[in-house]
Each structure stands twice: as structure tokens, then as C-alpha cells.
């Protein structure tokens, strides 16, 4: 019996594999055209490009997995079928029920794995995202470029004549106060200062100020002036796994995305008999219908998972689970273990 169980389960093994990495591509794929979105608003160098993919990693993986676990469980079953692998088997006196049970532990582990990923892993790798792109966010604001019109600083407008190292030489601010009220601001060197403990703030040196306010104009000489950066910049306060979930008898969009997470996690456990009904024939008399299967249960299966994440409870998704696991036992009673 250990050398049919491991025989099941290094075909599983060699058929997932190949299955998963195109699906894991084009999921891939679809995150990077989302941070190629995010550039256009930030700059990346290419560690930070990778940096940036691997917060995402945890949500590609939940949703790469259970396709693919169905996936390879459907084409495993008909291929042995269509080889005549498993007749061979129940030759032996091992039944399709016997045979379904190797594949259940491997089942389990899967519904374990993406539990793990989406309660554990995808609420902090969300967090660490989000920091980041405020980060990125906030030095975009202060990317400074000499010669170049329409730049701000918070409610300032910029014009720098040139730029020798991290000090900016012939600038000019314009601040538009209300209608009534107007300031010019001309230095002759500046320099922007970016302490992580501060607002950020732009140091003026060696100028003049003009204020122009209900028709008086008002001219001022100044050594050092420094403007503040009062916009927020929307600080990210990290939250451990505990509190986070903890929200889910205050929030309810977080209580109906936990439901989601649930029964997506246990679609390896909730397919596994449901694939196994139709994919364990006798290939004389049954067409391999594999397909069809997969594309279906797939489909049945993210259809009600979404359903969750939107109209979702906990009685809905106890009902859900139970009425999947019917279906799958009644449907592999009937086609399969009845038979085989």
C-alpha cells in the first residue's frame, strides 16, 4: 500500500508541476501590469520593481493554487484511467474510494497552505504594500526637477533655474491664497529637507518676498525662510494578525472577506470528490471529459466564493460547505464508487 501511495502520489506531484507554473506565469503577469500601472506615478529601480512583486506573491499563490490543485487532479485520474492504471488497481482489490483517500491528505495540506496565506501572510503583505506606496508617494512629491514648469511643493508652485548636487540655485514660488491674497517668494539657493521625523520643508536662502493683499503690495528681505509641507501623507499604522482580524464583528467588509478566504481554502477539500466522479472511468465506454470538469467546478466554485465576499454570512457559508461536500460525496457514490 505505501509504494501505490507514493505512486499516486508522484504522478500528482509531476502533473501539478507543470500545471502550476503556467498558471502561476499568467497570474504573474496580470500583477505586473498592475505595477507597471503604479509606476506612472512612481519611480521603481529594479530591486524595488522585485520588492513590490514579492507583497503581491502571497495573493498570487491563493489564487494559482486551488486551479491548479483541480486541475491536476482531473487530468491525474483520467490520464491512469485512460492508461488502464487504475483498472489495474481495482484489479488488486483497492477500490476508487480507497484511491480517492490517498489524494484526500494532500487535500487537507493544500486547504492548510492557502489558510495559512490568506488569513496570516496576504493581511501583512497588504500592509507592507501600502506603506511602501505611500513612501514612494511622498518622495514623488519632492522630486524636484531645475527647469521645469508646473512643479509643487504642498500649496506652493516651483521654478528652479538649476541644480548643483541637493542644492537648487534661482528659484522662484508663487502661492495663490484664496482670490484676495498672493506671494512671490525669490532665493537664490534653497535646498529641500526630508527628515522622516518631520514635515517635509523647503529652506530658502538669501531673498525676497512679495505679499500682495486686498491692493497692498508688501516687500520683504529675508536670510532664511522655510516652507513646510503641510499636505498629509497618509502614515501607515501596522496592525498585528490579531487586531486585524479582531475587526470582523466591527467591519463587516473585513467578516464577509474572511468568509471568502474560508471557502476558497477549503475548495481542494470540497472538489476533491466532486473531479474525482467524473474523471475515474473506464475509457471503453466514457469519454474524457476533463475539461469540461475542471472549467466547470472552477467556475461553480470562485462563483459562490464571490458571492460570499458580497451577500456572504456565516450561515451561507456553513450551508455552502456542507451542500458542496453532498453533492461531491452523492456524485462520486454514483459515478464512480458504485462502479469502480
Known sequence: MGRIKNYLSSNFTKTFSVIFLPFFAIVSLVYFIRISVLTAQIQLNFLELFELYGYFLPSILFYTLPISFITAIALVLVRLSQDNEL?????????????????????????????????????????????????????????????????????????????????FHDIVIYNPNGQTEEKIFISKSGQILNDPNEQASFILKDGYGYTYYKNNLQQFKFQTLRAYDTSSRGEIDFESILHYWSQIKSDDSIMKRALFFIFVSFIPLLSLYSVAAFTMINPRYQSNRSFIVIFAISLISYAFASFLEIYGNIYWLLGGILLFLAIGWRLFGRLAARHF
Do not use: C, H, W
Open 87 to 167: 483498472n489495474a488497481l481495482y484489479a488488486l482489490g483497492i477500490s476508487s474510494s480507497n484511491i480517492i483517500k490517498k489524494y484526500l491528505l494532500l487535500a487537507m495540506l493544500f486547504s492548510i497552505l492557502l489558510f495559512s496565506i490568506s488569513f496570516f501572510a496576504m493581511p501583512m503583505t497588504k500592509q507592507m504594500y501600502n506603506a511602501f506606496r505611500v513612501q514612494k508617494l511622498s518622495e514623488a512629491k519632492l522630486n524636484i526637477n531645475a527647469a521645469s514648469l508646473g512643479q509643487k511643493f504642498d500649496d506652493y508652485y516651483l521654478y528652479i533655474g538649476k541644480q548643483i548636487d541637493d542644492e
